[in-house]
């Protein structure tokens, strides 16, 4: 039977074995999204999806989502889900297949990321100029794509065992667009692959759970301190609650 010691010196021997694999393959594949997407209509988003359930199963790292079965799979949505860990963007994309993001406009400056985030229909969004941002959510509130869009609501990554405020942009865009607000709780991200984690993932498994919809029916972007507070209760509750068991394989 192997000593403490050896199974903490093969845990971060795997540890660092999977920050070599994921620094590789996301090399290979962020130009690879954006190029099949260029030849054809949804090649990335496809490709995308598939190499990252390879990647994970080479991490020993397992997807699952629960919750989506009484949400319309043709239904409009805002998901706002809590953010500790870059485990958070793939989770979701895993567990929805036709979610786009919302990300600020410096990201787009980052090469070879720029391409792959227009591929999956990224919307860039000013975060460092207020009103620039109000006028883009206003836009984008007055059309029809995407469809399904995922906003970070704490505009970044939360620091190791925290939680940050929710901005209101989310649901400001939510109450203008008329479309319902999915709570979404990712268990385990932030300490399978924490911030400052260097892409040194351990094994395990991430959980998107998506919560009971919040309805925007009579509320304007005035209601926006409101129903920001409702979701970030419902997230703070599932997070504090721990993942529900049994959950399902992400689609």
Not at 169 to 174: I, K, Q, Y
Not at 192 to 201: E, F, K, T
Request: charged share 20%.
């Amino acid at each position: 039977m192997a000593s403490p010691e050896v199974g903490r010196w093969r845990a971060q021997l795997r540890i660092q074995l999977n920050r070599v694999i994921v620094i590789g393959g996301l090399l290979t594949l962020l130009p690879m999204v954006a190029l099949a997407e260029r030849v054809r209509a949804g090649a990335g988003r496809r490709l995308a999806r598939g190499c990252l359930r390879a990647l994970g199963r080479l991490c020993g790292l397992t997807f699952e989502a629960t919750g989506a079965d009484h949400l319309a799979g043709t239904g409009r949505y805002i998901f706002v889900p809590n953010h500790s860990s870059l485990l958070d963007v793939p989770a979701m994309l895993l567990a929805w297949p036709d979610l786009c993001f919302m990300a600020g406009a410096d990201l787009f400056r980052i090469p070879l990321l720029s391409g792959a985030m227009r591929a999956l229909g990224t919307v860039a969004i000013d975060r460092h100029n207020p009103g620039v941002a109000r006028r883009q959510l206003a836009e984008l509130a007055r059309g029809t794509r995407p469809a399904c869009l995922a906003i970070f609501a704490e505009g970044g990554i939360a620091p190791p065992g925290r939680r940050l405020a929710f901005k209101t942009g989310a649901f400001r865009l939510a109450a203008g667009a008329g479309l319902p607000i999915v709570p979404v709780a990712i268990h385990n991200g932030g300490r399978l692959l924490p911030p400052g984690g260097r892409l040194a993932i351990s094994p395990g498994v991430i959980v998107v759970e998506f919560l009971e919809p919040v309805s925007v029916v009579g509320r304007t972007s005035r209601d926006r301190h409101v129903l920001r507070d409702l979701v970030r209760q419902s997230v703070t509750s599932s997070l504090d609650a721990g993942p529900p068991m049994p959950a399902r394989a992400a689609r």
